[in-house]
């Protein structure tokens, strides 16, 4: 968006006149991002450094240096959930 826009995030119109005289359901408009959690699969645990209070994992983790991770063993059918 060049040229000046200062819209970027910004709806505008957000539907048609009186026929429909509503909004409709689902309509893409601006809001929070990003507050979602993820499963990042396929990493390793390199290391435990339990003086250091530090686990090295190998792999690219979501988020910024310093923020929390929740680190639970991977749910593999076959492996370490019974086949059913």
């Known amino acids: 968006m060049s040229h000046g826009s200062k819209s970027h995030r910004a709806l505008g119109s957000i539907g048609a ?14 809001g929070r991002m990003g507050g979602t959690r993820t499963k990042i ?12 209070n530090v686990v090295m994992i190998k792999g690219a983790l ?11 063993p991977a749910k593999i059918v076959g492996v370490n959930i019974p086949k059913n």
């Open 41 to 52: 699969r396929k990493l390793r645990i390199v290391m435990v450094d339990k003086e250091l």
């Open 17 to 30: 006149g009186t026929t429909p005289g509503r909004v409709y359901k689902g309509k893409k408009m601006p």
């Open 62 to 72: 979501p988020g910024k240096p310093g923020n929390l991770l929740r680190i639970t």
